[in-house]
């Protein structure tokens, strides 16, 4: 557990939970899940001593649940916000790199997600993380350099003044994680709809597109329930009280902001999603399009064969019946007579095919 005091342009990590809240800025209770489920009766003690109130049991419950999809719940005293990011092991593919034809062996361990638990209340915002997660110990370098003065992060120049702006730069950078692993998906599946495609290739892979498409079926899952839980949590901004002085109606004005920012950074993985989704099933559509045209091509080309020959097999069954008197049975020239004819015949019907386009595969 890791405890952080915000205040103005200061920054402090605390060695233990105070025993009374700061006169000035806010507290930033930080820990792992397993963390959480031993030492819950001490921060619950102490957020009755800070707040007045204390987490709500089945709230608790969800903080530790790791199953649990992304949501948003509120109380009269604190506000729950439970959002999935993305696994430790996001894979990043060199730009020049040439993808593989596996997005299934790159993208399972990139598409798992495990829930990051934030509990709002108007000055202590406790967040409950995975063990591997990394988002607690970035920010709080990030926050610390901030406060150094190390002003190298562009855009977010100044320490974060309320815990909901906190939980709101941490979710997202939580989304631009998914923002990233749309390049991933998209080369991925670029190179298997490549595969799927090429007229030269026997695709074999089914099962490896059905479990690309279900990897594609789980992330869209996740991100409605983000977009949301994100929804619910703006609904619930617009419900707070009026804000009482100018400072405190422009931090609320820029919770707004960051709040839709993220509404439209979800929105845009999700519209990716999906129209990854429609890419895979315009492919296979394509694929059996293409199938089906390679197999009237040949079929046509036998036809075609089967009737040149059928008059030549005609001609050589005629001229092998067992009669004395057939025409040209007994004439020196007959073979070449009936050769010239079949001749005739098969060359008449090849151009007559030709000509009707039947053995020619350009427009």
């Known amino acids: ?47 009755q001593a800070w707040t007045g109130g204390q987490l709500v049991d089945l709230h608790v419950s969800d903080l530790l649940n790791p199953q649990l999809p992304s949501h948003f719940d509120y109380t009269s005293w604190y506000d729950l916000l439970v959002f999935r990011r993305l696994g430790s092991a996001l894979l990043e593919a060199a730009p020049d790199e040439p993808a ?3 997005p299934t062996q790159r993208a399972h361990a990139t598409v798992a997600t495990s829930p990051v638990g934030f509990v709002i209340f108007d000055r202590v915002l406790v967040s409950v993380h995975p063990g591997d997660c990394q988002v607690r110990d970035f ?38 994680s ?25 695709f074999a892979d089914w099962p490896q597109l059905l479990e690309a498409r279900n990897l594609l079926t789980l992330l869209e899952d996740v991100c409605e329930d983000q977009r949301s839980a994100v929804q ?15 400072p405190q109606q ?32 315009s492919a296979v559509q394509m694929h059996f399009s293409a199938l089906g045209h390679r197999t009237n091509n040949i079929m ?19 001229f092998g019946m067992n009669f004395d008197a057939l025409p040209l049975i007994h004439s020196a020239t007959g073979f070449w007579v009936a050769f010239g004819l079949m001749l ?7 151009a007559f095919f030709w000509r009707k386009r039947y053995l020619s595969s350009r427009q």
């Not at 002003?151 to 906190?166: T, V």
């Not at 080309?301 to 008059?311: E, G, Q, R, S, Y």
């Open 1 to 47: 557990m890791r405890i952080f005091h915000v205040q103005g342009d200061r920054f402090l990590e605390l060695e233990a939970l105070p025993a009374q809240l700061p006169a000035q800025g806010f507290v930033w209770i930080s820990c792992a899940q397993t963390e959480f489920g031993q030492r819950v009766a001490a921060v619950q003690e102490k957020l």
């Open 100 to 102: 593989a034809p596996r």
């Open 139 to 176: 920010f709080a370098e990030r926050l610390g350099r901030l406060a150094q003065g190390a002003a190298d992060y562009r855009g977010n120049a100044r320490l974060p003044q309320s815990p909901a702006d906190l939980m709101l730069r941490m979710v997202n950078h939580m989304v631009d």
């Open 178 to 202: 998914y923002l990233e692993l749309r390049r991933l998906l998209s080369r991925e599946l670029g190179a298997l709809q490549q595969q799927l495609l090429d007229p030269r290739s026997r």
């Open 232 to 246: 619910e949590w703006l609904d619930a901004l617009e419900e707070w009280p009026a804000a009482e002085t100018a």
């Open 250 to 281: 422009r931090e609320r004005e820029l919770l707004r902001v960051r709040s839709r920012d993220v509404l439209e950074h979800v929105e845009r993985v999700h519209s990716h999603v999906r129209r990854l989704e429609s890419s895979a099933e």
């Open 300 to 318: 046509r080309t036998l036809t075609v064969l089967t009737a040149i020959f059928l008059p030549l097999n005609l001609i050589t069954g005629i």
């Open 344 to 350: 005739a015949v098969g060359l008449g019907l090849a």
